[in-house]
């Protein structure tokens, strides 16, 4: 491994601070996961490595009127989070998956995210709970629909100087009440391995559901584009009307047209648009299960 400097800030201004001063030559580091093995095969090659282990902003998990995620939360922290199991459902089963117990016990959200790789397993169920990221740079801070994060392959909205802080997210409905509306989410991706492998299909769905009728419809993909999609068409389709098997079927042949897949040594395109109708099915049904539950 190649010699690097390595900074440890003790709050969010030292960190832009420095990574103002060094550009794109910086690197940030939380769990590792995900960089240390890319500086060991020689993809990325920083000068510096900006280490965020002791920046107390960054961590931690706060739930009030809605949910807030520090960058540095990980993996493990939300799969076993009573209160994200309990409403935020979808967020729980991605980082569910993430690696092994080992890995999730070190792997970040931020990192997750900002990794920016296509198969992210915890990008799709943020985006169908309509997270947003905050981000902190040299101007103060800054928010961005989680939706508009990526812009391509391994590629985010961040500038040089800048720094993923917490994620943010509205708080679902309240549980069920007489005409009041109710909230349900999942995630499920496929693999060829039960674990430690990456999602060739993965789709996060979320539905608010008010007296038998679907009131708001959310649904992501990941692996199936540069960057992972929402697929509004499917959305739309549910949006005013009961969630019948027969309404959830449409949806699920819909949202393959947001999907635009290659075809590589995981998965032919065609497969991965068969994978995009019956997850989109299984996490729609699941979703709506929930939220009755």
């Known amino acids: 491994m190649r010699r690097f400097e390595m900074i440890l800030p003790s709050s969010?201004?030292?960190?832009?601070?420095?990574l103002a001063?060094?550009?794109?030559?910086a690197k940030t580091v939380a769990g590792g996961t995900d960089l240390l093995p890319q500086m060991k095969n020689g993809l990325v090659k920083p000068a510096?490595?900006?280490?965020?282990?002791?920046?107390?902003a960054l961590k931690g998990v706060t739930n009030g009127a809605g949910l807030r995620v520090g960058a540095c939360a990980t993996a493990r922290e939300l799969e076993l989070h009573p209160e994200v199991r309990k409403r935020y459902t979808a967020l729980a089963d991605g980082a569910a998956l993430v690696g092994s117990v080992q890995v999730r016990n070190l792997a970040t959200v931020g990192g997750n995210l900002c990794n920016a790789a296509p198969s992210a397993d915890m990008a799709p169920p943020l985006m169908?709970?309509?997270?947003?990221a905050v981000i902190a740079g040299p101007k103060g801070e800054r928010r961005v629909p989680l939706s508009a994060f990526f812009t391509g392959v391994r590629q985010t909205v961040l500038g040089?100087?800048?720094?993923?802080?917490?994620?943010?997210?509205?708080?679902?409905?309240?549980?069920?009440?007489a005409g009041l509306y109710v909230s349900g989410g999942s995630y499920i991706r496929h693999t060829p391995r039960r674990e430690l492998d990456i999602a060739?299909?993965?789709?996060a769905s979320q539905v608010t559901v008010q007296n038998g009728r679907c009131v708001k419809a959310?649904?992501?993909?990941?692996?199936?584009?540069?960057?992972?999609?929402?697929?509004t068409a499917a959305e739309r389709a549910l949006e005013g009307q009961p969630l019948t098997p027969e309404r959830i079927e449409q949806a699920a042949g819909l949202a393959v047209e947001a999907a635009k897949?290659?075809?590589?040594?995981?998965?032919?395109?065609?497969?991965?648009?068969?994978?995009?109708?019956?997850?989109?099915?299984?996490?729609?049904?699941a979703a709506l299960a929930r939220a009755r539950a």
């Not at 969010?12 to 420095?18: F, G, H, I, P, S």
């Not at 060739?200 to 789709?203: A, E, K, L, S």
């Open 200 to 203: 060739v299909v993965g789709v």
């Open 261 to 285: 897949p290659i075809s590589d040594q995981r998965g032919s395109a065609d497969f991965r648009r068969h994978l995009v109708r019956v997850l989109t099915r299984r996490t729609l049904t």
């Open 160 to 177: 040089a100087d800048e720094l993923l802080v917490a994620l943010v997210m509205p708080a679902p409905p309240v549980p069920p009440e």
């Open 218 to 231: 959310r649904i992501a993909l990941a692996s199936v584009a540069p960057t992972p999609v929402h697929a």
């Open 48 to 56: 510096v490595v900006v280490d965020l282990g002791g920046i107390a």
């Open 128 to 132: 169908a709970l309509e997270a947003e």
């Open 12 to 18: 969010v201004d030292e960190c832009v601070k420095a």
């Open 21 to 25: 001063t060094h550009g794109a030559g």
